[in-house]
Every structure is written in structure tokens, then in C-alpha cells.
């Protein structure tokens, strides 16, 4: 029988050393695995955080902002998401003197756009690697972001609701005279005219003006990235100021905005039914005993209050006057009534939407939005796509049998009829929810302000409430609505919109 040798000492010192060495390669395999995968996981934690950061970066592009406002932002923003010791630098288009280190001309664009660039470093600490002198690993990445540059149409209510009253269908209080206090610069802010409320209206858009948006600077000449358009609405809707960056040019319109005038009554305002006869727009009218002989001035507000009667409707007096005229010749004229509406919301939303799709002025990166601000529910809209006209409207208005007054409602806010299918029913708040639809679906975000009494929650108009309310309950989420009356209100409301549009990225 055959004995086999019995390994000696030496063999078995060779083993142990094989053994050895291949525990420790084992070791070291394992050990870079779990430092290399936890690098991996970092560098992924790093890519989304820059991503972020590059967007918040772009999002500090503002008017007076400096290069270390965008670098601090970027690097805050890296530690709120947990990166390890980082920095940053960011670059973007700027020339300006004091960005030379931050400037890249290559993101440079016509027009211009909210481009930032960051790139972030972070070190990763090493877990065995550390065994061999390598305590942390470099790791960085590279994003570019883009904030909005902003397309804003302010769409103001100008209607004559917009100035003081006594009751429902006003006075003769020259403050009630749009034509008056047009003119006549009674607020202690310097802002012209003295119209009350539109004149809180105004002071707040020109708030939002001079800090929601980024505009040229006619002082430095450096050039804006958002610009502001406005239309105004009453019977008709205009589009008063076409989209431009020019800051000046904007704060100028929105100074010189007035409350809708309209004519004087072709008739005194005492005159009998059969001298009473029709405006030539065949809308509502200032009523004067006597035709002004003096331009408005803060020293003769006691000739207008002595002269001014208040707003007429003829067709209303016509219709429901003594005169000889037929029950024909009444029904027609009552027919007309609804054209002294002038509360046309949907032709306002419809006017900003067709400025912003205008071929001219088309910025296809820009987030658009529609600031809509008004003092009551729709009252009026018409069937013809025209904005002004001297010629015969067919106004979106219910069946009398259905109407509620003269206002061109149905009553019923919540209930939707078709223009096609239901034309005796659909009424001018069809209209501009149809008119917030379309705009909605051409991606645009629709901030609503009712504004006066009329929308106070309290004591308002339910349908009115509902109107401005429709913006926040959209199905596509790019809607909201707020409710204010004093110009301190109407600030807050601006500022609140400037703070949440700042905040979007391009569509």
C-alpha cells in the first residue's frame, strides 16, 4: 500500500499565502465595486440636483441681478438636494461690465432668452479605496436650463362701471362722468385721471410693470427678456398696446388708460320719450342737460355735478316710454337694449389670444399668459368677430324667455349651451368660458381678478364670482383666480401672479 507525502511546512506557508493574497484581491475587487458604485450613485444624484440647479440659476435672471445671484442659487440649491461639498460656476449671455467671468456669447440669442449653464463639482468620499490614499473621488456635471421669457397681455375691464355710483344706474355726480374724471387727476399717487376704482387698477398694473417683469431698461440700454401687451374691453375690445419690452412705452399706455366715455346722448337728458333718439352705436350714452361748454377741470367739478345725469340706454327709455309708439316699434327697440351692455369678456380674452398668435409678433419659446382683470360678469358678446363697428351686431343673448334683465345671462352660470346647436340659449358667460377654453388650449396660463363690489364675496353677484372662478377650477391646471377691491389688494394680487409666472418654464 502506497503512502502519499504529507504537505511540509513550506507548502503549507506557500497556501496560506495564496489564500492570503487571494482574500485580499477579493477584498480590493469588492472594495472598489462598493466605492465606484457609490460614486455612480452619486454622479446620478449630482446630474438631477444640476439639472435643478441650472433651472433655478436661469430663474434669478431679473431685473438688477448679478452673476453671484445666479451662482449662489445654483449651489444652494446643490445642497438642498444633498450634494456633497459642491460649487459651482454658471455662465449665460451678459456683456455688461461686471459679468466678464460669467459671460458666454455662444448663448447669446435674438431675442433674448433666459439660457444659464452650470456646471458642479462634488467630492465623493471612498469607503476601502481610502486604504490606499484615495479618500474622496472628483466627480462633476454639466446642465443648461432655461427660465420663461414671458408673453403677458394685460386684458382691463374700461367699461363705465369702472368709476363711482349711486345705485345701479348711476347719478349725476361729476365723479360719476367718465369724461370727468378721465381728466382730472384727483389720486395723491400722480398717476393721471381720477377715475375711482380703475384708477387703483391702473396703479397696480403699473406696479406689476415696473417689478413682475423683465423689460428693457432705457437707462442702461441693456435689453429685457419678457415683454407685456394690453387690451382693453367694454363693449368692444382693442388691443391697446401690442406685446413689447419697451418698459417706458408700457408705463406710459397704462398711464394714459381711461375709463370708456362713450358719446354724449344725442338728447338732452330731460327729453320727452318721442325726442329721445338712438346713439349712433346704438350703446348706452352720457346723459348732459346741457352739452359741456367747459373741458374738465378740478375747479368746475360742481358744473358737471349740476349737469351731468348719468348713463342712458335710448332703446330702454324707447321701449318702456309713453309715447305714441306702436307695440312693434317698442318690441324692436327692446331688442336693441342688450347693446347697451358694455361688459364684452369674452371679446377681451379672444383679442389676447389672437395677439399672441400673431404672426409678427409669434415668440414660440415664451411662456404666454393672460392677466385678466374686470369688475362684474359678462354682459354682452356678439356674434360678429369684430372689435369696433358702426354697422349692425348680432349679440350673444338668451331668448327673452330664458334672460335674466338685460344682462345677456341666463342665470345660470354652471349650465353650458352650444352657439351652433342652442343659439336661443347661449349667452355672453358661455362666451367667455368659451373664450378662457381656447385660450387654455393654446397652452396659455389665465390669471383672473374680479375687482369692486360687484365680486366682493359677501355681498357680489353669484355669476359674476363664477365667471372669475372658472380660471381656477380648469381641468388643465394652468388657471387661477383671486378677488381684491382696494389698490393695496390688487398689488398683493399682482404680485402674487409676478411671483408665480417667474417661476415657469418655457412650454
Known amino acids: 500500500m502506497e503512502l502519499k507525502n504529507k504537505p511540509n511546512s513550506k507548502e503549507k506557508g506557500q497556501v496560506l499565502v495564496m489564500y492570503v493574497i487571494m482574500l485580499l484581491v477579493l477584498v480590493a475587487i469588492i472594495g472598489l465595486t462598493i466605492d465606484v458604485g457609490y460614486m455612480y450613485v452619486s ?19 431679473k431685473e438688477g441681478y448679478t452673476g453671484q445671484d445666479l451662482e449662489n442659487a445654483a449651489e444652494q440649491f446643490l445642497r438642498l438636494n444633498d450634494v456633497i461639498d459642491p460649487s459651482a460656476t454658471v455662465h449665460f449671455c451678459n456683456a455688461a ?17 433666459k439660457l444659464v449653464s452650470v456646471t458642479a463639482t462634488s467630492q465623493v468620499p471612498t469607503f476601502f479605496m481610502g486604504v490606499l490614499g484615495f479618500n474622496s473621488m472628483s466627480i462633476s456635471a454639466s446642465a443648461e436650463s432655461e427660465a420663461a421669457s414671458v408673453d403677458v397681455i394685460l386684458v382691463i375691464d374700461i367699461s363705465a362701471s369702472q368709476v363711482e355710483r349711486e345705485g345701479p344706474g348711476g347719478g349725476g355726480e361729476a365723479r360719476e362722468d367718465p369724461y370727468w374724471c378721465n381728466t382730472v387727476n384727483l389720486g395723491d399717487s400722480g398717476m393721471p385721471g381720477g377715475c375711482m376704482p380703475f384708477e387703483s387698477v391702473k396703479n397696480a398694473a403699473y406696479s406689476f410693470v415696473e417689478n413682475g417683469v423683465y423689460l428693457d431698461d432705457p437707462i442702461t440700454g441693456e435689453l429685457g427678456y419678457d415683454r407685456v401687451g394690453i387690451v382693453t374691453f367694454s363693449r368692444f375690445a382693442e388691443s391697446y398696446l401690442e406685446l413689447t419690452s419697451d418698459k417706458e412705452e ?4 397704462i398711464e394714459a388708460l381711461g375709463v370708456d366715455e362713450l358719446e354724449i346722448c344725442p338728447y338732452p337728458a330731460d327729453a320727452l320719450d318721442d325726442e329721445v333718439v338712438m346713439a349712433s352705436l346704438g350703446s348706452r350714452c352720457r346723459a348732459y342737460t346741457e352739452t359741456p361748454s367747459a373741458a374738465p377741470t378740478e375747479d368746475n367739478e360742481g358744473y358737471y355735478n349740476d349737469i351731468f345725469s348719468g348713463m342712458q340706454c335710448p332703446q330702454l327709455i324707447l321701449a318702456n316710454g309713453d309715447s305714441g309708439l306702436s307695440t312693434a316699434e317698442r318690441d324692436a327697440y327692446a331688442a336693441l337694449i342688450p347693446n347697451c351692455n358694455n361688459t364684452n369678456s369674452g371679446a377681451g380674452l379672444l383679442a389676447a389670444r389672437d395677439m399672441l398668435l400673431d404672426e409678427t409678433l409669434f415668440r414660440d419659446e415664451s411662456t404666454w399668459v393672460v392677466i385678466f382683470l374686470t369688475d362684474g360678469g359678462a354682459s354682452l358678446g356678439y356674434l360678429e368677430t369684430l372689435y369696433s363697428t358702426t354697422g349692425s351686431l348680432t349679440p350673444y343673448c338668451p331668448d327673452p324667455a330664458f334672460a335674466t334683465g338685460h344682462n345677456c345671462r ?4 354652471l349650465v353650458r349651451h352650444n352657439p351652433l346647436t342652442q343659439p336661443l340659449l347661449y349667452d355672453a358667460d358661455d362666451y367667455a368660458r368659451d373664450a378662457m377654453d ?11 381678478i374680479g375687482q369692486g363690489t360687484r365680486l366682493n364675496p359677501d355681498t357680489g353677484e353669484a355669476e359674476s364670482r363664477a365667471l372669475v372662478s372658472y380660471a381656477e377650477g380648469h381641468e388643465s391646471k394652468n388657471g387661477a383666480s383671486y378677488f381684491g377691491s382696494t389698490e393695496a389688494e390688487l398689488r398683493e394680487i399682482f404680485l402674487k401672479i409676478a411671483n408665480r409666472i417667474s417661476t415657469r418654464i418655457t412650454r
Open 43 to 61: 454622479y446620478a444624484r449630482l446630474r438631477r440636483a444640476v439639472d435643478a440647479a441650472a433651472l433655478d440659476a436661469s430663474n434669478q435672471i
Open 97 to 113: 461690465a461686471g459679468f466678464e467671468e460669467y459671460h458666454d456669447p455662444s448663448m447669446c440669442t435674438t431675442p433674448p432668452r
Open 250 to 253: 408700457i408705463l406710459d399706455s
Open 410 to 413: 341666463d342665470g345660470a352660470p
Open 438 to 448: 381656447n385660450l387654455f388650449g393654446n397652452q396659455v396660463y389665465l390669471f383672473t
